[in-house]
């Protein structure tokens, strides 16, 4: 005896058998359909994934008015929004926030990569420069180990003047040295006094002939010797650094000659608690070896999946490459239409 089945019942025998054989192929996994809980921030998304650890990354030094590449990581398809970050410390620890330039939208790859070019604004005319952070836009005003960022170093044509070690008495005939921070490399400066209504050099060391007081700075922090001549008068004369590529003077100060000098700490760095400790599933790593931006692919410097190769085999059933997963749900698609086209065929037929 032959059993007619409805249309309704050869419809779920036919999506049934399509099922079990999606399911049973081999090295795939069907992902189903479940209730997802919204995350309420960037660096949430980004940092959801287990394989792909989430990082922003930037170069270890940031000339202002330059422009860089600013990398993110974490899970794939993910877009969040960045920008950059002056902040400084106070004496209590408690942390400014700066916000400079515009912000960039980063979206991540398949593999969980992504990058977009960051450009910073000149600074005001006499402003140093100090640490800077690039994190997600939401991260300002937070604590820093909960933000998601990359450490950098803004460097001005200003630099930050720490000092000598010396209040105004200093001592006369002593190697002395004007400490600078946030340098921009190849700069060179030197010190002068006036002398009546001219500038005039003051010499690098107590000694006859002795070269003019000056330095090229070759890193981000230096020194500019110099030594307070003998022969001056008691009263307190006026100093000053000049940058000799511009002709520009940085700051003065006054000197009065003393045979010892009293004494004053050069600043120490401004210390701020470890960036990103706090953010789960984190990459503890701001800039690559060479000190640029991660722009390279991912399988040279960071642990994440690599991609498939043609013809290979998957040996982890949670990493199919994206092509394998989108083969899986159109063909899911072709039969759900298939599905609902079916009874109006049906109808058309009687």
């Known amino acids: 005896m032959v059993t007619r089945r409805s249309p309704g019942a050869r419809r779920g025998l036919l ?3 399509l099922a079990g054989a999606v399911l049973s192929a081999p090295g795939l996994v069907l992902l189903t359909a479940e209730p997802a809980t919204a995350a309420t921030t960037g660096t949430e998304r980004l940092c959801s994934d287990d394989d792909v650890r989430c990082s922003v990354q930037v170069p270890p030094r940031w000339i202002d008015g330059a422009t860089h590449r600013v990398g993110v990581t974490g899970r794939a398809d993910t877009t969040v929004t960045v920008r950059a970050f002056r902040v400084t ?3 209590s620890g408690t942390v400014g926030w700066e916000a400079i330039g515009p912000e960039v939208e980063i979206t991540t790859d398949e593999h969980g990569w992504g990058s977009a070019d960051l450009a ?19 991260a300002e005003g937070k604590d820093l180990t909960t933000v998601l960022g990359g450490w950098s170093e803004l460097l001005t044509p200003t630099p930050e003047v720490l000092g000598d070690g010396y209040a105004e008495s200093k001592p006369v005939g002593v190697p002395l040295g004007v400490t600078l921070d946030h340098v921009v490399q190849g700069s060179t400066y030197a010190v002068e006094r006036l002398d009546g209504s001219t500038w005039v050099a003051v010499p690098g060391q107590d000694s006859p002939g002795a070269a003019d007081a000056q330095a090229t700075c070759d890193d981000a922090r230096c020194s500019v010797p110099y ?4 022969g001056l008068p008691a009263e307190a004369t006026r100093f000053r650094l000049i940058d000799l590529r511009s002709g520009t003077p940085v700051t003065t100060w006054k000197v009065r000659p003393h045979a010892e000098g009293q004494t004053r700490p050069i600043p120490r760095p401004e210390v701020f608690p470890v960036l990103g400790l706090a953010v789960e599933g984190a990459l503890a790593a701001g800039v690559g070896a060479d000190g640029a931006a991660v722009v390279r692919p991912r399988s040279r410097n960071l642990d994440v999946p690599l991609p498939e190769s043609p013809g290979s085999t998957p040996t982890d059933l949670g990493t199919h490459s994206v092509r394998t997963v989108q083969y899986v749900t159109a063909g899911i698609g072709v039969l759900a239409l298939a599905l609902a086209l079916g009874p109006a065929r049906i109808r058309r037929r009687r």
């Open 15 to 17: 999506l049934s058998a």
């Open 227 to 230: 030594v307070v001549p003998r």
């Open 120 to 138: 910073l604004p000149p600074s005001p005319g006499g402003a140093h420069g100090g640490p800077l952070v690039v994190a997600l836009a939401e």
């Open 89 to 91: 410390a106070d004496s």
